[in-house]
Every structure is written in C-alpha cells, then in structure tokens.
C-alpha cells in the first residue's frame, strides 16, 4: 500500500534539473519552451527546481566538455535518490557534430548513468515530454 | 466529553490533518490561478483537475533520500523543519473556528490571542534564517539575511495594520474582534486600508513574488533551502502552506468578519474567505516581479508604515467620534 | 570616408611603419606591419581615423612563423592590420595599453597558438580545462588529437 | 566582511555553463571574475577538417538561439572566397530566415529578463508568442531551432505564396502582442524600478572595452553593421538603427523592444517585394587560396568571421567571434559595484550566448577569497548595515 502510494507520488511529481555540460543552446531553449503555455509541463506535475537538491530528474543537454565533467558527477552525487537523468539532443548522447573534438569527453552516458535518450537536434519539446513520460512508465 | 471536544480540535479539526488537507488544497489553488493568469494550465493530470498535486509532491518529498552536508550544524538542520511546523499548526490553531463562546475563555481562545497568532506567524522567519545559516551554504546564508533584513521591513506595518481592527472592536481575542464587525458589518469598510496593507505584509511574510528574494531562484539558487532535501523539504513546504493558510485565515478573521455559523457554516466562511485572500495573495504573485531587498525595505518604511499609522488614525478618529 | 580616403591618410600618417596596404574587397582593407610597429599603428589608427572598435584578433598558423590579424571595425567597414612572427621565438607586444577591450583575445592567442604576449595586463596562463597538459597548443598545425575509446553502455566490449 | 559567492557552472540564472565569482560585501558586489572553459568544444581545430559545406553545419551548431547567425556569417565569407554571386531572391528569404531569427532571439530575451527578475508571467507571455516566430521558422526551413536554410550560393528552400501570407499575418499577431509588451513594460512599476539605473556602463568604456550589439547601442553607440557594412540585401531595406541613451539594463530592453518593431518592418518590406528567380547558384568544392572577413549583426550583436582557404575542399583556417566574448570586459566592469540581486538581470542584459563565445576561449579566474563560514553576529551586522545602505535609484520612469 505504501509501496504504492510512493511509485504513484513519484510518478506524478517529477521535478527536474536543467543540466548544461556544454550545448548550443538549442536544446536548452527548447526545454524552457516546454515550460511554457503552448508545451506547459507543469500538467504532469513537473517542475523546474533549481537546486539538484530538490530534483528527482536531471535534464542534461550538450557533450561533455572536460572543463565540466567533474562538475557533472559532482552535481549527480547531489541529487538525492532515487534520481534519474534523461539526455536530451544529439550531443548528450553521442556528441554530434562535435565528436572528436579534443575538449569533447562524448555524450553525457561516459560520466554518468543515463535512464532515457531523446534525440533530435535539437529534440522538440513534444519529444522531451515524451521522453519524461517514457521514463515515468519505466517507474 | 470536554476533552475529547479538544483532542478532536488539536488533531482533526482545525487541527493537523485539516491543515494538511486545507493547505494542500490551497497551494493547488494558488498554483492553479497562478498558471491560469499566465496562460498555462497548472496542474492538471494528478486526481482530477490536479488536485492531487501538492500531495504527491508530498509524498514524493517524504519518500526521497535525506541528505545532510557534512559542514552543517546537524542538530539544527535536523530540527528546524519540525519547529517550523509545530509552530504554523499552533498558530492554526488559534483561528477562530467553530466551537468558541466568546464569552468563556479557554485554551484556544483567550484575551490576547491576536497578538501569540502574529508573534508566532513571526517564528517562522526567524526558523527560515536559522534554516539558511545552519546549512553553511553560501547561497542559504545570503538568503537568511534577506530573511532578516525583510522582517525589518515588513512587520511593524502588518502590526500596525491588525491592530487597528482590533482598536475598533475594542478587544484583544480574535473571536471578539470577529463577532464585532459581524454585528456591524459596515464597520469592515474603514478597515479597508489596513486590509490592502495587511495582504502586501502577508505576501513578503510568506517571501512570494515580489518579495520571495530570500529564495529568488536566479540569483541565490534555492535560497534559505538549497541544501534541504527529502523529508525536511517536504515538512518545508507544508509549513510555508500552511502559513499561507494560517495568516490568510488571520486576515479573513479580523478583516472580514470572522467565520460566523457553527461548524459547517464556519467552516464554508473559513474556506471561502481564506481563498478570496488566497486569490489576492496570487494575483499579486502573477503580476509583479520581484524587488531588491533594499527596495523592500525602503518601500515598507515610506509607504506600508505611515499608511498604517494613517489606518490607525481613521481608526481612532472614527472610535472617537462615532461610537 | 570611404575605402581610397582612408588608405590615403593611413599612408600619409604611417607610410613609414606600414610594409603594404591591400584592399580585396569593398569596405576591406588589409595593412602589413612589422611586429616592432604594431603599437604604434594601432595607437595611430586609432587617434586619427577613429578605429576604436577591436572585433576579433585571429592567429594563423604558416609553419615557419605565426601570422595574428587584428580585425577592427568602423562605420565604413572593415580594417585589418597583419604581423608575422617567427615560429621559434613567439613574441609579440600587447595591445592593451591602446586598446583594453583586447584582453580576451590575446590571452585566447596564448593559449592555442602558444605565442607570448608581453606586457599583457592579466597574463594568466589562458590554458584550456583545468589540467590541460603544459606545451599542447590546439589550434598549431602540428598537434594532432586522437579521441580516446568510448565506452559505451550496454554495449559491447 | 568580504566573502565570495560562487556562480555556476550549474546555475538557474545560466541556462548554460560558465562560472562567476563574485567577492561580495554585504549585498554589494566588489569584484567579479570570469571563468569560462565549461562549454568550449574546440570548434575551430574540428573546421579545419571538415569540408566548406560540412562546415555550414558545424557553425550553425555553434549556438542554437542564433544559429542563423553563424551559418550566414560562414557562408557570406565562402560566397566571397569562391567568387559566387547569390540571386536576389536567396538573399531574400536569407535576410528573412536573419529577422526572423531576430525576433525569436529578442522575445526569448524579454522573456528572460523577466524570469530573471521574478516576473514570471512577462516570461510566460513573450514565450507564448514566441511560438508564433517559431511556427513561422519551422514553416519556412522545416526545423524550430536549427534552420539549416543556408547553402553556399544562396538558400535550400524558397517560400510560395500561401507561406508569403502566412508570414504576413504571423508578423501582424507579433506586432500587436509586442505592442502590448511595451505598454506592460512602462505600467509596471516593480519592473522598471528594478531595470532602471542596474548595470551602468558608459559611453566612453562601452568604447574602450568594445562593446557590441544592443550592449553598445543602449551606450548611445550608433553601431549595426547591417548599416555600417550593409550585407545580403540589408542596403536595399529601410530600417533605422536603435539606440538609448540611458547605459543601462532598461535602456538595452528599450533598444531590443524597439528593434522587434524595426525587424517588423524588414519583414513585411522583404516580404511584399520578394523578387522571382532562382534561389540559389551551384557552388564549387574548392576555393582559391585567398582570405576574408565576414561581419554579420547577430541579435547579440557583431559576428566577425575570418576565413583563410588554402585551395583544398577544407579551410585553412576559421576564427568565429561570437558577440558575447566581445561583451565580457564590459560585463565585468558593469558588475562591480552592483547588488547581488542584479547579477542575473546584469549578466542577462548582455544576452550571454555562452556557447558562442566559447568556443576557442578560457578567462581564468584567480580563485581568491576564502568561502567562510559566517557567524551570527556578523551576518546580523551585514543585515543592519544592508538596511541602512539607499536603492541607486527610484522613481524610475519609462523613456518614451
């Protein structure tokens, strides 16, 4: 019953966290769209916190440049669990374009564990919801 | 049978599960006409219309993991959110409900009450600065001084604004106060002022747009609760909602004519005078943007504080010359 | 003042200090200099033909020697003074006390092209994440960069 | 009683990586310093293997907000290194595609100004309207943020005439809507009491830190390079070059309200005297060892590329300078002296497209100050000194 009452609870409040490690932007102005009238995330009871204290989702965006990888972990470590970490756009998981370049580490799944990729470049904010979505049905 | 009267007061009504159900409800509410002013539609897949919302938020909080930094000061950081809420649930308590007798005292409703209500609406400042300085977090202690540095500000005026209701009435007891202006209900009108300023001093005290700078988000993260997660956030939370409800509740008591009518009568008042309240509180939050902590300060002391003195003044002019 | 007005009073003014004037393109004008002279050109253009805007300074890699551009814009275009360095002893003189607002690029020059910039206000090492290995310039001609391995989740090894 | 707040790299102000100390007193900054280095990818080394066209994707991934931007600036530079001459109507829908953008860039801007200073419903407005630009880009070159419509010669997509109306019509919506703003922006007195007199930067050390874009522009710089060093066809467009003259973060949203207004009017020019013909010319894979400097006004102000070929299908050499580099120095000398509340207002003023500028570049910052733990007594005396210290400025008004 309890069990039941936290999956249902976690299900419905995912909060998240906006985590840059060096993207173009692209998808970070589509993330904040979906914040916004038209996309409106807060339906499903999501919120954009800004501590990862307080976040049950990472949202990262971009590759990972060797400047922030520590910075990453750092910030994964602070999340309380249990967390998960969505990577959003072609450069979280792959690195696009810019693989192969020497500041570039790869997508964000060569530091830390990633739960759902959502791809597109830059991923739309319908395809980011429905990557929260997806990862609620995995809860 | 008078005790069980009393217990049933403590833990079901107004008492702690009330409250927890009520201020759930309004801080839906509040996030509700929040999104709507905005263009959004708030909360809306969790129990039907979201109105489930602030619960599973709860309950997610409760379910999480705890973490406390290493450089805090433990006790502390452990006990604060605890306080916090025993002392917004006692508040709650005092607000006038259903089975006062103006006339007898007793141990929620006595001479003076007014003034524990608002000292203890006062505590949780004090708990949101004590939070933000005993979690060492650079951000957390910066959003403890703007804690400190708003009291400043706001509260003489919000004191000065409930006194003079209470002028008028000629009393100290919220009951008596509301039982007063419901026998003259015009009485209310030359109050107005002092409600106006009432509601502002309530929306800093509950550090909500445009006074939430103690945890304005783009400048100082999460201010006084960047390091609180888990079960602490949560109690966190509840407390701030149900402040809202408390000194909403206050403000509707002593502004509005109380909460006349017995049990479900009183009870449909509270709610819907705590909502009209509730709804100024977020129509405020929706179309302003957030102030400097110096400008806080300056505009309570030039505006707030001498329209209140001027409230107090009609107040007495009236008192002196009409009853 | 359009591209021929300003070559003229550039050369009237600093024909001694400029090794060659070249004008590609409408409103582009491209100036030599040598390195000892480019102080005070700079200086020059910016006092009598009002050059006070520093776009960008660009380093090239032409083996031999280092080129650094130094890109100025102004309301009737575009103007570019050159230098050449050689590549064994890289060392060029700040523009900074002309033009403060070029901090940012000559310390982006030191730190991929490896060349000296003297008397620069700031001379933090401009190396790139912290850790970077000393002697890696990534934007010379010679440093090649060999992406590691990946590792890929789940994936095979 | 000094101490040092850390920004970022992960912070809510940023929407994107970059770091910032700040040594405070009280609530009054000292000194700040900027660490860069977060986001740099190392576009430049990467350019210099990848052919001319595979380029145009490389930089329009430079930043996402104005990615037309560097693509245009790109292949404005090849276009003159291959000796390509563009039709009229390429350039055309280019210079649509640019103003376009602009308006997306700047209403996301208000929107960000506003969020940051705590008036998130101006922020849920622009926003909603944005989409309005966004419908309209997606419409034209098939993708919201990443448009891909720049080929070297001119353009992959042309616009047909339900699309000119389409267009028409989107800009009416926009310019109503933005109207509104404007009125919302003079009526609102917490907003402008909390813009106005935040972020002084004055004209002489908007020149001598080069400052551009609407940074300078609001330092009474009459700067733009589409009339300074018309493009495409910017010299065939009435517009007017929007400047205030108050130097500081109000003036700036002043200059960006005003130029949506003037990118209105662009578009509905480019719009009703779209020319006919072809779209685009066939472009070579080589060029001729040459160089060239490319400038474009990006919504944050000048890009200048400089591009060196060397005769192979691959640059010799690509240097980008992203508006917002240029705007650092000033940034930094704007943020002394201010409050820790308007820091983000600050640092959002100058639209930071940290992605932009970091491509190549790394300001170190010199880790000073130790981070204390504060006793009570001591943050109680900040809070009374706080208390005492006045607001720089009141009763502000609207300029206009």
Redesign the interface.
Known sequence: MLNRLVRWSRIKSPWILHLNSGACNACDIEIVAALTPRFDVERFGVLLKATPRHADVIIATGPVTRQIKDRIIRIYDQTPDPKFVIAVGACAMSGCVYRGAYNIMGGIDQVIPVNVYVPGCPARPDAILDGVVKLLGKL | MAVLKDLLYLIVYPGIIFLFVYSTFCEWFDRKVYARLQNRMGPTHTGRWGILQPVADFFKLMAKEDIVPDKADKTLFNLLPIFGLAIVATAGLLLPLWHYNPAKAGFNSFTGDVIVVLYLLSLPTLIFFLAGWSSTNLFSTIGGTRVLTMLFGYEVPLFMAVLSPAILANSWRLVEIAAFYQKKPLLILPNLLGLVIAIICVQAKLERTPFDIPHAETEIVGGTFTEYSGKKLAFFRLMTDIEMVVSSGLVAAVFLGGFPGGLWLGLLNFVVKTLIVIFFLSLIRALTSRIRVDQVVSFAWKYLAPLAVLQLLIVILIKGLLL | MNDLEIIEKTKSLLGDKIVEIAN??V??IFIKVEPQNLVPVVGGLKKNLNF?????V????LGESFEI?Y?F??????L?VRTQIPRANPHIESICSV???????E??LQ??FGIVVDHLPDP???????G?PAGDF??RKDWK?E?PE????GGKK | MKFTIPIGPQHPALKEPISLRMTVEGEVIQDADIRLGYNHRGLEKLAEERTWIQNIYLTERICGICSHSHATCYVQGVEKLMELNPPKRGLYIRTLVAELERIHSHLLWLGVAGHEAGFDSFFMYTWRDREVVMDLLEMISGNRVHYAINAIGGVRRDIDEMQRKKILDGLEILKTRTEYYFKIGANEPTFVGRLAGVGYLSKEKAVDLCAVGPMARASDLPQDVRKDDPYAVYDEVPFDVCTADTCDVLGRTVVRIKELFESYKICEFLMKNLPPGDIAVKAPTRAKPNEVVSRYEAPRGENTHYIKSNGTNKPERLKVRAPTLANYPATVEMLKNGFIADIPLIFAAIDPCICCAERTVNIVNARTGEEKILRFDELRALAEERFKKMPPKRNAVWPF
């Open positions: 590609p393109a409103r582009r006070t805007y520093l776009a960008a660009s380093g090239v890699d551009l890109h814009g102004h309301n009737n275009g575009s570019t033009i403060p607002g070029a901090i940012l690029y310390r982006e730190d991929m933090r090492p401009l190396v790139l994440p912290d970077w990534p934007l960069f992406r990946e590792i890929i989740p």
